[in-house]
């Protein structure tokens, strides 16, 4: 067993490689997820991966397969759409959420179309569902890079982003713009998931953000915990999937995001909170009469 979970990763530089990658993003990752949980923006982060398929897409049209240009494109595309839906709920009245899924479609279409243009299928494989044993050096370097300005960030603005989230009034009266941290935390997300391309592609790459956040509210109430069972999670599920993508010869990006799910799925059963099984655990528990607490 232990020369199982070993042996892949001290034979080969690649599974290294896409180990720390893979812990990289899960430890920033899952804590934007517990974030867009509590704010209930959870579909906005899937919107979001989709949305920097255009600037991809034109990365990829410029430079072919230069990770710099594709990083690029995509951060620039994606921060688009966050501006843009903004300013049409400003303008307009809407909800920010609605305005994000309209324009994370016409970016997805807009994004296959410029691949189309000059790839192949096996070019929009490549974008759309990563490959995190591909990751190269230059690679590393951008998701351990992304990671620490992400931890920095959040440190500094983790107390403002709790109270955003659980009594946005309150902040408004201390006069901090709560427009200003919702777009820095935007921001981030963007970041990460621009980050996350490379590895998981533009369709999974929002996966390792919200499957361990949601996983963890089946066990968890406290934001701390919140928080430190999302990362766990996340880094159980980049490593077991990893393994499971080498040992069984399948593809790693979606060994990692099915592993999560089934984390997930046996939350969502067993949990110690809002589960199944403490549902039920609640209906069947017997009442006992009031002279048998004395």
């Avoid at 990365?59 to 595309?77: D, E, K, V, Y």
């Avoid at 709790?162 to 309150?170: A, G, I, K, S």
């Avoid at 901090?176 to 919702?182: F, L, N, Q, T, Y």
Wanted: proline letters at 4%.
């Amino acid at each position: 067993m232990i020369d199982w979970l070993i042996s892949p990763l001290l034979d080969f530089g690649f599974m290294r490689r896409a180990l720390v990658a893979g812990l990289a993003l899960s430890l920033v990752a899952p804590p934007l997820g517990v974030f867009l949980t509590l704010r209930g923006m959870s579909l906005v982060g899937d919107a979001m991966a989709h949305a920097v398929l255009p600037g991809v897409a034109v990365g990829f049209l410029l430079a072919g397969f230069s990770l710099p240009a594709m990083s690029l494109g995509g951060l620039a595309a994606g921060l688009l759409v966050a501006g843009l839906a903004g300013s049409v709920s400003r303008l307009t009245g809407h909800r920010e959420d609605s305005a994000i899924a309209s324009f994370y479609l016409i970016s997805l279409a807009a994004g296959v179309m410029l691949i189309s243009l000059r790839g192949s299928s096996v070019d929009l494989t490549h974008v759309l569902f990563g490959s995190i044993l591909a990751v190269d050096t230059t690679a590393l370097w951008l998701i351990v890079g992304v990671s620490s300005v992400t931890l920095v960030v959040l440190a500094a603005i983790f107390r403002i982003l709790v109270v955003e989230c659980l009594d946005p009034l309150f902040l408004r009266g201390q006069g901090i713009r709560g427009g200003a941290v919702h777009g820095l935390f935007l921001g981030l997300m963007v970041l990460n998931l621009t980050a996350g391309f490379q590895t998981l592609g533009t369709l999974m790459a929002v996966g390792l953000m919200m499957l361990p956040a949601t996983a963890a509210r089946f066990w968890s109430t406290r934001l701390e915990g919140l928080m430190g069972l999302a990362i766990a999670i996340g880094m159980l599920s980049s490593v077991g999937g990893l393994l499971l993508s080498y040992h069984a010869g399948l593809p790693s990006g979606p060994c990692i995001i099915l592993l999560a799910g089934a984390i997930y799925l046996l939350s969502a059963l067993f949990g110690r909170y809002h589960s199944v099984f403490a549902r039920w655990r609640r209906r069947v528990q017997p009442i006992l009469p009031p002279d048998a607490h004395g």
